[in-house]
């Protein structure tokens, strides 16, 4: 028995359709070249942003995809950025081992989190993430023997990568390193949202009293997607610290946390390029406006944070796309 | 064990509010494929019934059993997984899916395959193929791949039950299928319901008598918490105690 109907149109063709890479995806990787050429003096701001677009896009994961409100991701950012800050000041610099043991410790601890996380929902859930992320911060402030506490983590030398690339102060290898990282992450991203499983994180978030009704185990999805996301926020996390040399405990601070969620709201949720979009608008117009005035930069993404929400609730990439008339 | 031709029994279910007795000593058995209507006046106890034998809310004591096994302690999901499979009065349905998405989820939820992260959604073929099946058959294949939210709420009513049959149903507990569809309409998807493959057992609450005595094989009146009397269409039209407490109570409303 085969479905397909040539007048109403093959729902495999249909389906197929939603995961095909457009050309303005292949442009926008294309365009994430250019600092290279363009802006060779800005390339250690284009390393952070990659980065941290790397952290909103693991943070899109849950909130974005399943619907996960969380105040508290930095957490897993900042234990990425102290694992690798650790195992380079204790002798290991290796670069690209060292982003997979803090992927592994980061995801460890984001799998032990999830059996909490998905016993509560709505506001209780974000306070718990909150908390987590105060725990975690207080914690690292208090063993400084480990962390080196308020003064942060002194000592880190990260080795040239496959002892060929070493970090320049240029930002040369440092931006090629975090873009890659960055669009391995997309990808792995991309492929997940488009499967069966990120489908099942779109029925939780649409809907998750059917859930159950349809015979899903969804707290099983969501403990999955919730260590997925810690895992790569603590990537990014140790992508920080491999390019700066230095882990202080502002990785793990509030501030991080609700940074992001910041950013993912500006560019969009639930669209992956919405936080890779909201990192660059953020960091670029920090970086722009705290030269204009240090003090009050925040008042600008204050105003530009309104007009988002007010006039764009889908984020700048969903006025965008409902401008050129694509479905979400 | 309780008669080999019962696919869902329930045996003395009790539940309590405090004080208050919404089920007083149920005991159902539903034969396979039957087609029973579940009625009786508001606050009798219908979407309770039906949520205890889901499993959304636990009996203070009684037993249900699914094919002769006792899933009373089971949590919903188990439940739909064995077979046991309800819809809701209120939409329950995924507004920003579209319906080809929303079913080919439930397929994939069904056979295990909805965990898989590393592999396309448009790779898993026969559960796509299976959920167009599923629209085809009730009538949405024109609407597949529009919104949810967008579709007429005839169409949403429909697609509530495409999700439940994607979950390949023993038993289907359809609470108020047409609730809030024309009576013209509600004729029609009476008729779809009909036509459910003949081994599932459906169980439906409904309100119009019309339709419960034409589609319903045998009907089973709930008042106050407690079954009054479980009949066939033709016993039950005919039953004083019925005509008094039901529809004599619904001729005075209407």
Redesign the interface.
């Known amino acids: 028995?085969?479905?397909a109907?040539p007048t109403?149109?093959d729902?495999?063709v249909?389906?197929?359709r939603?995961?095909r890479w457009s050309p303005f995806e292949i442009l926008f990787w294309l365009a994430a070249l250019l600092p290279f050429f363009l802006f060779p003096t800005y390339l250690t701001l284009a390393s952070q942003v990659a980065i941290v677009a790397l952290f909103a896009i693991s943070v899109d994961l849950v909130l974005g995809y399943a619907g996960i409100v969380t105040l508290g991701h930095a957490m897993f950012f900042g234990l990425g950025a102290y694992a690798a800050g650790i195992i380079s000041v204790h002798g290991w610099g290796e670069p690209l081992t060292g982003l997979i043991f803090a992927g592994a410790f980061a995801g460890l601890i984001g799998f032990i989190v999830s059996f909490l996380i998905v016993r509560v929902q709505h506001l209780a859930l974000i306070m718990v993430t909150l908390g987590l992320g105060f725990l975690t911060l207080e914690l690292a402030n208090s063993m400084s023997w480990l962390t080196g506490g308020a003064d942060g983590l002194r000592g880190i030398s990260t080795w040239p990568i496959f002892n060929q690339f070493r970090f320049d102060l240029w930002g040369y290898t440092a931006y090629s390193y975090s873009l890659i990282a960055l669009f391995v992450g997309f990808l792995i991203s991309r492929?997940?949202v488009?499967?069966?499983?990120?489908?099942?994180l779109?029925?939780i978030r649409?809907?998750v009293?059917?859930?159950?009704?349809?015979?899903?185990?969804?707290k099983?999805?969501l403990r999955?997607i919730y260590t997925?996301s810690a895992a790569m926020a603590g990537v990014a996390g140790a992508l920080l610290t491999q390019t700066t040399n230095t882990v202080a405990l502002d990785s793990l601070s509030f501030q991080r946390s609700a940074d992001v969620v910041v950013m993912l709201i500006l560019g969009g949720t639930g669209r992956l390029y919405g936080a890779i979009l909201g990192a660059i608008i953020f960091l670029i117009a920090r970086d722009q406006l705290s030269g204009v005035n240090p003090q009050y930069w925040y008042f600008w993404i204050g105003v530009l944070l309104m007009i988002v929400v007010l006039f764009m609730p889908k984020g700048i990439l969903g006025f965008l796309a409902r401008i050129a008339g694509r479905r979400? | 064990m309780a008669g080999q031709d019962f696919v869902l029994t329930t045996q003395a279910l009790k539940k309590s509010f405090g004080k208050l007795e919404v089920a007083r000593d149920i005991s159902l058995s539903l034969p396979r494929g039957c087609r029973y209507a579940l009625i009786g006046p508001n606050g009798a106890g219908k979407t309770t019934l039906i949520n205890l034998v889901n499993g959304q809310l636990k009996p203070d004591s009684g037993r249900i059993l699914l094919e002769g096994e006792d899933i009373t302690r089971l949590l919903p999901a188990d439940r739909v997984r064995r077979g046991l499979t309800r819809t809701f009065q209120i939409n329950q349905l995924f507004p920003d899916l579209t319906p080809i998405e929303s079913v080919t989820l439930a397929v994939t939820e069904r056979d295990g395959t909805a965990g898989q992260f590393w592999r396309s959604l448009h790779s898993h073929t026969e559960a796509i193929d299976e959920a167009f099946a599923i629209l085809q058959q009730l009538g949405l294949a024109d609407v597949a791949t529009r919104l949810t939210r967008t579709l007429a709420y005839g169409q949403q009513r429909l697609l509530e039950i495409a999700l439940a049959l994607a979950t390949r149903p023993k038993v289907l507990l359809l609470d108020e299928p047409a609730a809030g569809v024309p009576k013209d309409e509600s004729a029609a998807l009476f008729e779809v319901i009909a036509a459910l493959p003949a081994d599932i057992s459906v169980l439906f609450i409904e309100h119009d008598m019309d339709i419960v005595f034409r589609f319903a094989s045998r009907i089973i009146v709930l008042v106050a918490g407690g079954v009054l009397v479980e009949d066939t269409p033709d016993e039950v039209r005919n039953d004083p105690r019925v005509r008094e407490v039901y529809l004599g109570q619904a001729a005075h409303h209407g």
Do not use: C
């Open positions: 028995m085969n479905a109907n109403l149109g729902p495999h249909w389906l197929k939603q995961s492929r997940i488009h499967s069966s499983f990120g489908l099942s779109r029925g649409e809907n009293t059917r859930m159950p009704a349809i015979g899903s185990d969804y099983f999805h999955k997925i979400d």
